[in-house]
Every structure is written in structure tokens, then in C-alpha cells.
């Protein structure tokens, strides 16, 4: 593999996982072989050395290691980020039961009744169908722009105080800013950014499908809403 300014020669660096330890870098990928820090002589090697003086700004000193890796994390696979959204759908479940009942209790009666009208012209032999509900589709979207709201509030409060939402934290996934090793919180703003735009995302058909497919074609394994925050999900 051709080195770049980005990557470090092959040997021995501060293992990324936080060990305290030293981890064999082949050039390429991390090795599985560690040992105490300093070796056999308790000082790197001179191209090593100087490698790591310059690059002492980076995080750890170093660029990121293996493919997949984030820091001391390894990037979340695209399953574990579907199991994350299946248990935030049942964690949404009762609140939007609730939003549902409070305000199309009286819309869904009217569409039923509206219904059985339409069945009993169609009986009858009439081509001529009873007048669609006047409100209806206002209340309909005033329901939907409301669990919208719910929805990125969710994604955003958890995601900044918390470090992701609860089927994330349940799947131990984490929301950090992309190339923050620290694997920190991403604030209010990048939160609120990536939130957001997630749920408006996911209520276009053909976008929300791209988005949700996003993390299977980049290196990264990032959304559409990841990349436009600046933030990768990582598995710890």
C-alpha cells in the first residue's frame, strides 16, 4: 500500500483502543499484536518518531487506522443501525398512539362514516360518491407535521444529551462527529442539523429509501443526514 501524509509508516504507535499499550500498525491495518509502551529499548523508531512529531496535531498522532474503524470504535454495521430504528419505532410507538387519538379521534369517525356511505351508493348501483369530508386532509397533515416535530425532538434532545437515541444506546451505538477520536458528544447545533433533516429525509419516498441505503456505499457507512452534519455512527 503507498503511504500518504495521512498515514503513518509501519510500527509500533499508542494502541487507538486506549490500552495504554503499543499496536503494530503494517502500514495499512492494525494488528491484533500489542506491547508494553517504549518495547525492548523504550523509544520508536527515528522514521516513526519524526512521523509522529508531525502529525502530533491529529488525534492520538496519528491517522485512523483499519477500514471500519473510527478511532478507539469500529463503525456501525447497517443492521445494528436498523435494529436502532426498529426499537426507537416501538419507544415512539404510545406517543404517537396518544397524538393519534388526541387529533383524528374525531377525523377517523368521520372517514368511517364517510366509508360506509361509499359502500352503501356503490350497493345502490350510484356512480356518484358522497363528498369527501371538508378538514379532513388539514387535520391529517396537522397530525403528521406534529409526530414530525416529536420525532426530530427525539433524535435531537437524546442525541446531544445522551450520545444517541435509545435504540441506538440499547445497540450500542453512539453519534459522534466525524473525525472526533474522542468519540464526544456532537452538541445542540450538529444535533439539531442531523435530526432535522433525518425526519424531512424519511418523508420523501425515493429519498428516504436512499437515505436509508446511504450507509452500504460510502466508506464511512454514513446516511445522507450524517454526511450532511459531519457525523459518523460508531459501535462501541
Known sequence: MSQTSHQPPAGWYPDPAGSGDERYWDGGTWSQVTRPTGGLHGTAQPQQAQWQQGHAQQPYGYA???AGTHG???????????LAS??????LLIPFAMVQSFLLGDAMVTLEQWSYDVLAEAERGSTTLPAFPQGLLSDYFGYLLVVMALTAAYRVVLVATAGGTVGQL??????????????????????????ILAVILFQVP?????????????????TLHDLAAKTVVVKK
Open 206 to 222: 425515493v429519498l428516504g429509501l436512499v437515505n436509508a441505503l446511504m450507509p452500504l456505499f460510502n466508506r464511512n457507512r454514513q
Open 64 to 66: 485512523p487506522g483499519a
Open 72 to 82: 478507539p470504535a469500529r463503525l456501525a454495521g447497517w443492521w445494528w443501525r436498523v
Open 86 to 91: 426498529i426499537v426507537d419505532s416501538l419507544v
Open 170 to 195: 440499547a445497540c450500542g451505538l453512539r453519534v459522534v462527529r466525524e473525525g472526533d477520536h474522542s468519540l464526544g458528544r456532537i452538541g445542540w447545533g450538529t444535533s439539531a442539523v442531523r435530526g
